[in-house]
Every structure is written in C-alpha cells, then in structure tokens.
C-alpha cells in the first residue's frame, strides 16, 4: 500500500514508466498502471472560453493579485497526433511538459478523471503519459478496468 504524498509530485509513477520501457515485463506493465490509477497528473489546455469582464479584470490585474472571475473559464485539453493516432497527454509533473507546456493552462486532476475527459473524445486512442519524456501509453481498451481496480492508497 502506498500513500498520496508518496505519489504526489510524480517521481513514482516517472521511475515506474521508466523501468517499464528499460524492461517491459507484465510486472512493470502491471506497476505502472496500478500507480496511474491512484495518481494525480497535469493536462494542458487551452482557454476556449473567458467573458468581457473576466478578461477586463486579468488585464488590470497587478502581479500577485487574487482574481475571482465573474463568470465560467472554460478550458480545451490539448489532443497530440502520432501518425494516424490521437491521444490525450497527461503529464506526471509539469516540469514533464517541458517545452510543450509554455503554451498552455495545466490543470491538475486524478487519473480516473483523467480517463473521463479522454473518453469525452472520441477520435483518441488512449492516454500518453509524458509524452516528451519516457513516453507510456495507456490503451482506450483498458480504461474501465482501471476505474474497475481498488485503490493501493492508505488512508
């Protein structure tokens, strides 16, 4: 059993996609996705929606300043295209994105929310965890046994 704070900031899942791809047993495959379920990942995204007033109150914004938008901010999760293939990145940290991640918002969500947002597109074939990295990939195939697994969390 592990706990939360042991998954929080990545290293976890990073070292366990990495021993997977130095060597690719059912173990290390099984290791990866036990401690994906449990794991909290960064999505970018773009702003697809901010109202008038939201972006008036951003702009006169000073640095430091807490904002509280008036209205709903709606952000897209990026798509990334591999050949013919779409997947829907996540990232174990956001040092991961590298690069890739300056241009976008990142959000922070559970892995199982994860899969729900990846499942609301239609054309991917599954998840990619750190894409740019040490890249994993989670098939659409697998999703519902992975909300079907228990948690190896402690409370």
């Known amino acids: 059993m592990a706990k939360y ?7 976890v899942l990073q070292f366990l996609i990495y021993r997977f791809n130095k060597d690719r047993t059912a173990e290390n495959f099984s290791s990866v996705i036990r401690c994906f ?17 939201d972006i008036k109150k951003f702009s006169n914004a000073n640095i430091g ?3 509280i938008s008036s209205d709903d901010i709606k952000l897209k999760p990026d798509i990334l295209k591999s050949g013919d293939e779409y997947f829907f990145p996540v990232f174990s940290s956001v040092e991961q994105m590298g690069d890739y991640g300056k241009n976008f918002s990142k959000i ?20 990619v965890i750190d894409a740019f990295t040490s890249p994993f990939i989670v ?17």
């Open 5 to 11: 704070k042991d998954l929080k900031d990545g290293k």
């Open 37 to 53: 379920r449990d794991s909290y990942v960064w999505i970018p995204c773009t702003l697809s929606f901010i109202s008038d007033e």
């Open 65 to 67: 300043d807490t904002i």
């Open 108 to 127: 922070e969500k559970h892995s199982l929310e994860a899969i729900s947002m990846a499942l609301a597109h239609k054309e991917t074939k599954g998840i």
């Open 139 to 155: 098939d659409k195939e697998l999703f519902k046994t992975i909300e079907k697994m228990p948690s190896n969390i402690e409370e």
